[in-house]
Protein backbone atom coordinates (compact mmCIF):
# COMPACT_ATOMS: atom_id res chain seq x y z
CA UNK A 1 0.00 0.00 0.00
CA UNK A 2 1.72 3.50 -1.07
CA UNK A 3 2.52 5.88 1.79
CA UNK A 4 2.76 9.55 1.55
CA UNK A 5 4.75 11.38 3.82
CA UNK A 6 5.63 15.31 3.42
CA UNK A 7 7.59 17.24 6.02
CA UNK A 8 6.90 19.40 7.72
CA UNK A 9 3.43 19.84 7.89
CA UNK A 10 4.22 23.33 8.77
CA UNK A 11 6.41 25.97 7.92
CA UNK A 12 6.72 29.88 9.26
CA UNK A 13 9.14 31.67 7.07
CA UNK A 14 10.06 34.71 7.10
CA UNK A 15 10.16 36.68 3.73
CA UNK A 16 13.46 36.02 1.59
CA UNK A 17 14.34 33.15 2.88
CA UNK A 18 14.60 29.69 1.38
CA UNK A 19 13.54 26.89 2.64
CA UNK A 20 12.34 23.17 0.84
CA UNK A 21 9.43 20.84 1.45
CA UNK A 22 10.03 17.30 1.61
CA UNK A 23 7.65 14.32 0.09
CA UNK A 24 8.74 10.82 0.38
CA UNK A 25 6.96 7.66 -0.57
CA UNK A 26 7.06 3.77 0.13
CA UNK A 27 6.35 1.95 -3.32
CA UNK A 28 8.06 2.54 -7.06
CA UNK A 29 5.65 5.21 -8.73
CA UNK A 30 6.85 7.22 -11.96
CA UNK A 31 5.17 10.38 -11.68
CA UNK A 32 4.61 12.68 -9.11
CA UNK A 33 2.38 15.60 -8.69
CA UNK A 34 2.47 18.65 -6.82
CA UNK A 35 -0.56 20.80 -5.91
CA UNK A 36 -0.93 24.51 -3.75
CA UNK A 37 -4.36 25.17 -1.97
CA UNK A 38 -5.13 28.36 -0.52
CA UNK A 39 -7.32 29.08 2.52
CA UNK A 40 -11.08 28.37 1.61
CA UNK A 41 -10.33 27.13 -1.99
CA UNK A 42 -9.81 23.98 -4.04
CA UNK A 43 -6.59 22.57 -5.26
CA UNK A 44 -4.36 23.85 -7.87
CA UNK A 45 -1.93 21.68 -9.90
CA UNK A 46 1.67 23.20 -10.02
CA UNK A 47 3.66 20.44 -11.26
CA UNK A 48 3.78 17.24 -12.70
CA UNK A 49 7.33 15.29 -12.35
CA UNK A 50 7.38 12.12 -14.70
CA UNK A 51 10.40 10.56 -14.43
CA UNK A 52 13.85 10.24 -12.05
CA UNK A 53 15.57 13.59 -12.19
CA UNK A 54 12.71 15.97 -13.60
CA UNK A 55 12.87 19.23 -12.23
CA UNK A 56 10.38 21.64 -12.45
CA UNK A 57 10.16 25.30 -11.65
CA UNK A 58 7.78 27.91 -11.60
CA UNK A 59 8.86 31.35 -10.29
CA UNK A 60 10.14 31.08 -6.98
CA UNK A 61 9.30 26.98 -6.62
CA UNK A 62 11.24 24.36 -8.04
CA UNK A 63 10.17 20.56 -7.94
CA UNK A 64 12.48 17.49 -8.78
CA UNK A 65 12.10 13.91 -8.01
CA UNK A 66 14.37 11.12 -7.60
CA UNK A 67 12.23 8.02 -7.46
CA UNK A 68 15.57 5.51 -6.48
CA UNK A 69 15.11 7.61 -3.64
CA UNK A 70 11.71 7.47 -3.47
CA UNK A 71 11.72 11.76 -2.48
CA UNK A 72 10.21 14.50 -4.45
CA UNK A 73 11.17 17.77 -3.20
CA UNK A 74 9.65 21.72 -3.57
CA UNK A 75 12.36 23.93 -2.97
CA UNK A 76 11.27 27.88 -2.30
CA UNK A 77 13.72 30.44 -2.80
CA UNK A 78 13.15 34.10 -1.72
CA UNK A 79 9.75 33.72 -0.03
CA UNK A 80 7.04 36.50 -0.28
CA UNK A 81 4.15 36.35 0.94
CA UNK A 82 1.62 35.25 -1.66
CA UNK A 83 3.29 32.04 -1.48
CA UNK A 84 1.13 31.31 1.58
CA UNK A 85 -0.70 28.41 1.21
CA UNK A 86 -0.89 24.22 1.19
CA UNK A 87 1.23 22.14 -0.99
CA UNK A 88 0.56 18.64 -1.42
CA UNK A 89 2.51 15.92 -3.07
CA UNK A 90 1.00 12.99 -4.52
CA UNK A 91 1.42 9.82 -6.50
CA UNK A 92 -0.76 7.47 -8.28
CA UNK A 93 -1.14 4.13 -6.55
CA UNK A 94 0.12 1.00 -7.81
CA UNK A 95 -2.40 -0.21 -10.11
CA UNK A 96 -2.85 3.54 -11.70
CA UNK A 97 -6.46 3.75 -10.48
CA UNK A 98 -6.18 6.73 -7.37
CA UNK A 99 -4.16 9.70 -6.65
CA UNK A 100 -2.87 8.75 -2.99
CA UNK A 101 -1.83 12.18 -1.04
CA UNK A 102 0.60 13.64 1.81
CA UNK A 103 -1.09 15.17 4.57
CA UNK A 104 0.26 18.73 3.55
CA UNK A 105 2.70 21.15 4.24
CA UNK A 106 0.68 24.51 5.80
CA UNK A 107 3.36 27.54 4.35
CA UNK A 108 2.95 30.67 6.31
CA UNK A 109 5.45 33.50 5.05
CA UNK A 110 5.55 36.77 7.17
CA UNK A 111 8.13 40.01 7.19
CA UNK B 1 -11.26 25.40 -16.66
CA UNK B 2 -11.82 21.90 -16.33
CA UNK B 3 -15.70 22.13 -16.96
CA UNK B 4 -16.19 20.49 -12.86
CA UNK B 5 -18.93 21.46 -11.00
CA UNK B 6 -20.01 20.40 -7.60
CA UNK B 7 -23.36 20.84 -5.88
CA UNK B 8 -24.29 21.77 -3.25
CA UNK B 9 -21.47 24.47 -2.12
CA UNK B 10 -22.58 24.39 1.37
CA UNK B 11 -25.20 22.17 3.49
CA UNK B 12 -26.18 21.66 6.88
CA UNK B 13 -28.33 18.45 8.23
CA UNK B 14 -29.15 16.85 10.58
CA UNK B 15 -26.83 13.06 12.47
CA UNK B 16 -29.09 10.27 10.90
CA UNK B 17 -30.41 12.33 7.40
CA UNK B 18 -29.66 10.67 3.75
CA UNK B 19 -27.37 13.33 1.94
CA UNK B 20 -26.34 13.48 -1.70
CA UNK B 21 -23.41 15.43 -3.54
CA UNK B 22 -23.47 15.94 -6.72
CA UNK B 23 -20.15 15.90 -9.17
CA UNK B 24 -20.92 16.91 -12.90
CA UNK B 25 -18.62 16.99 -15.72
CA UNK B 26 -18.76 18.14 -19.07
CA UNK B 27 -15.81 16.82 -21.29
CA UNK B 28 -16.46 13.09 -20.87
CA UNK B 29 -13.99 11.92 -18.74
CA UNK B 30 -13.60 8.86 -17.68
CA UNK B 31 -11.91 8.59 -14.23
CA UNK B 32 -14.15 10.62 -11.33
CA UNK B 33 -13.12 11.07 -7.69
CA UNK B 34 -14.66 11.94 -4.67
CA UNK B 35 -12.19 13.40 -1.90
CA UNK B 36 -12.80 14.04 2.05
CA UNK B 37 -10.24 16.79 3.20
CA UNK B 38 -10.14 17.11 7.17
CA UNK B 39 -7.71 18.82 9.00
CA UNK B 40 -4.26 17.06 9.73
CA UNK B 41 -5.38 14.35 7.42
CA UNK B 42 -5.22 15.85 4.07
CA UNK B 43 -7.32 14.12 1.27
CA UNK B 44 -8.65 10.85 1.57
CA UNK B 45 -10.27 8.78 -1.16
CA UNK B 46 -13.60 8.03 -0.70
CA UNK B 47 -14.88 6.26 -4.05
CA UNK B 48 -13.75 6.57 -6.91
CA UNK B 49 -15.41 5.69 -10.78
CA UNK B 50 -13.49 4.10 -13.95
CA UNK B 51 -16.40 4.26 -16.11
CA UNK B 52 -20.43 4.05 -15.92
CA UNK B 53 -21.50 1.88 -13.35
CA UNK B 54 -17.59 0.85 -12.89
CA UNK B 55 -17.01 2.15 -9.37
CA UNK B 56 -14.44 1.54 -6.57
CA UNK B 57 -13.32 2.21 -2.56
CA UNK B 58 -11.23 4.37 -1.40
CA UNK B 59 -9.48 4.24 2.25
CA UNK B 60 -12.50 5.56 3.67
CA UNK B 61 -15.44 4.25 2.02
CA UNK B 62 -17.39 3.52 5.20
CA UNK B 63 -20.43 5.04 5.67
CA UNK B 64 -20.43 6.57 1.81
CA UNK B 65 -21.86 5.01 -1.62
CA UNK B 66 -21.48 6.42 -5.16
CA UNK B 67 -23.40 5.85 -8.49
CA UNK B 68 -22.43 6.88 -11.70
CA UNK B 69 -25.37 6.10 -14.22
CA UNK B 70 -23.90 8.53 -17.03
CA UNK B 71 -20.86 9.70 -17.44
CA UNK B 72 -21.02 13.33 -16.40
CA UNK B 73 -22.63 12.76 -13.23
CA UNK B 74 -21.09 10.83 -9.95
CA UNK B 75 -23.06 11.06 -6.91
CA UNK B 76 -21.35 10.59 -3.21
CA UNK B 77 -24.59 9.72 -0.75
CA UNK B 78 -24.37 9.24 3.12
CA UNK B 79 -27.09 7.04 3.57
CA UNK B 80 -27.35 8.09 7.17
CA UNK B 81 -25.11 11.20 7.94
CA UNK B 82 -23.15 10.80 11.04
CA UNK B 83 -20.98 14.35 12.81
CA UNK B 84 -17.77 12.58 12.05
CA UNK B 85 -18.92 13.33 8.06
CA UNK B 86 -18.65 16.65 8.57
CA UNK B 87 -15.74 17.66 6.30
CA UNK B 88 -15.04 19.57 2.96
CA UNK B 89 -15.68 16.99 0.04
CA UNK B 90 -14.01 17.52 -3.22
CA UNK B 91 -14.74 15.89 -6.58
CA UNK B 92 -12.38 15.31 -9.47
CA UNK B 93 -11.72 14.49 -12.73
CA UNK B 94 -8.38 12.79 -14.23
CA UNK B 95 -7.54 14.59 -17.87
CA UNK B 96 -4.63 15.21 -20.10
CA UNK B 97 -1.48 13.04 -20.80
CA UNK B 98 0.21 13.48 -17.66
CA UNK B 99 -3.53 12.11 -16.11
CA UNK B 100 -3.92 15.08 -13.85
CA UNK B 101 -6.41 15.49 -11.35
CA UNK B 102 -8.18 18.86 -11.65
CA UNK B 103 -10.85 19.48 -8.67
CA UNK B 104 -14.24 21.14 -7.99
CA UNK B 105 -14.56 23.93 -5.90
CA UNK B 106 -15.62 21.34 -2.94
CA UNK B 107 -18.90 20.92 -0.67
CA UNK B 108 -18.67 22.09 2.55
CA UNK B 109 -21.04 20.03 4.71
CA UNK B 110 -21.84 20.28 8.36
CA UNK B 111 -23.90 17.22 10.26
CA UNK B 112 -25.39 18.45 13.59
Known amino acids: ELKVEQNPLFLSMQEGKNYTIYCNYS?????LYWYRQDPGKSLESLFVLLSNGAVKQEGRLMASLDTKARLSTLHITAAVHDLSATYFCALFNQAGTALIFGKGTTLSVSS | DAGITQSPRHKVTETGTPVTLRCHQT?????MYWYRQDPGHGLRLIHY???????DKGEVSDGYSVSRSKTEDFLLTLESATSSQTSVYFCAIREGTNEKLFFGSGTQLSVL
Open chain 2, 27 to 31: ENHRY
Open chain 2, 49 to 55: SYGVKDT
Open chain 1, 27 to 31: TTSDR
